[in-house]
């Protein structure tokens, strides 16, 4: 069977929700209820959903009605606020059904992060009420590398004052769930050199999103191309993100716990599968004189390694949540910051490393019957291997251990 490539075409504007039909989401019991719910629905169909590339618009509607999209809103703000853990585990639920309709969240979750920290009560008020209706925010994600920068960092898109008012200008790649967002934010240069974060309606002129994402993992994420081209921006759609390089936050271990949480899915889906098709479907090995391969030794040792990892990773994720819930309570400085960067690049190591070691030994103890197309199992692999690149574990080594050897403080952004 052939397998549709991602479309160039600019992409139709997502419906906006129904206000009535959005739930508000009271506490941290309904989101992890509301989550169980919903991963239910989108288990069903995730594997055909890959197969055949279908853009999950369906249950990207049901998502905005759940509510938990405004599950991280302050309750000043009508949100439930829940707490980090809470957070990192709505991402599990989700991604072990399917992770890649479980990521497009990410950015929305992530820019909401920053809006918390640097957002003026006004702009609070605006865009959580959005929130709360049911609106969807993705994320124009980074730039290529211009040929004339010296780095990756020194990026080209613009916000610029002209006598009709602020104009953005740039093309952004890695967009995940600006194909489906109601707001795009994005990062721009002003005009006096400062970054800033601008929230530009789906809907405006000049703004096109692209669906020319063709990764052969997390295949419906549509992270694709975003360009701006003279697009109009209200001011009041800005925020200084510029001020958050001197200022301790949680804004980047926010996002980077909502990574590492979408690889802890990955590999409990991987697991669960290795041990069902284990059971009903894998024949021993023709010299072990088992009549079952769920009792081969070899195999019942390595799932309890496998298990062992599983439970580790998951349970350092939700330490590294309830870490930043206690920092949250107390008046952030440095030192503080950096913890919360720590604790959650060490969830991201473990995480990562039982999302691919999973994935992979599914077909060890499976056997090659499990490799046949018709299972599509190898989507496990397709989507540790994509997502896991997001965020290289190597740094997040060198993090830790300059960390702790030398206590070097983490940078302050959204990878670490």
């Known amino acids: 069977m052939s397998i549709p490539e991602a479309s160039s075409a600019a992409s139709p504007l997502p419906r906006l929700p129904d206000p009535a039909r959005v739930r508000r989401i009271a506490d941290d019991a309904q989101a992890l209820a509301s989550a169980h719910a919903l991963a239910a629905q989108f288990a069903a169909g995730a594997a055909e959903r890959d197969r055949q590339r279908l853009l999950p618009w369906a ?32 991402f599990v639920i989700l991604c072990a059904a399917d992770p890649a309709l479980g990521q497009i ?3 929305h979750f992530g820019v909401l992060g920053v809006l918390r920290e640097i957002g003026t009560p006004a702009q609070k008020a605006r865009l959580y009420g959005e929130v709360l209706a049911g609106r969807r925010l993705g994320n124009a994600g980074p730039e290529r590398r211009s040929a004339s920068a010296a780095t990756v960092l020194q990026g080209t898109t613009r916000l610029v ?8 200008d740039g093309q952004r790649f890695y967009s995940t769930g600006a194909l489906f967002a109601h707001r795009v934010p994005t990062r721009a240069t002003d005009d006096d050199g400062r970054a800033v974060q601008v929230w530009v309606p789906r809907d405006a002129p000049g703004l096109t999103v692209i669906d020319d994402w063709s990764s052969f993992g997390q295949r419906t994420t549509a992270s694709g191309t975003v360009t701006f081209e003279q697009v109009p921006v209200d ?18 271990p926010n996002s980077q716990l909502i990574q590492a949480a979408i690889d802890q899915g990955i590999a409990q889906a991987a697991v669960a599968d290795a041990l069902a098709f284990v059971r009903g479907h894998a024949r021993p090995w023709v010299d072990s004189g088992l009549e079952r391969a769920s009792d081969d030794p070899y195999i019942i040792a390595d799932v309890g390694r496998l298990q062992i990892d599983l439970h580790a990773a998951h349970e350092v994720l939700l330490e590294a949540g309830r ?41 060890e103890l499976a056997g090659s019957a499990s490799t046949r197309a018709a299972h599509n199992l190898d989507r496990h692999w397709r989507n540790a291997r994509t997502h896991t690149l ?17 206590h070097v403080l983490p940078a302050r952004h959204s990878w670490n």
């Open 59 to 90: 249950e990207l509607n049901l998502w905005s009605e759940s509510g938990l999209g405004a599950i991280t809103v302050p309750r000043e703000y009508g949100g439930a606020d829940v707490s980090f853990a809470t957070l990192a585990e709505v």
């Open 161 to 168: 004052r002209t006598p009709d008012g602020l104009r953005l």
């Open 390 to 406: 997001h965020d290289p574990v190597r740094w997040k080594l060198h993090l830790l251990g300059n960390y702790h050897l030398n």
């Open 323 to 363: 870490t930043l819930d206690l920092l949250a309570a107390q008046t952030l400085d440095a030192e503080g910051s950096a913890a919360a960067s720590v604790a959650v690049a060490e969830a991201k190591v473990l995480t990562t490393r039982i999302a691919l070691d999973a994935s992979e030994k599914l077909f």
């Open 105 to 107: 969240p990410q950015n």
């Open 235 to 252: 001011p009041q759609d800005v925020l200084p993100i510029w001020q958050l390089a001197d200022r301790p936050g949680l804004f980047g």
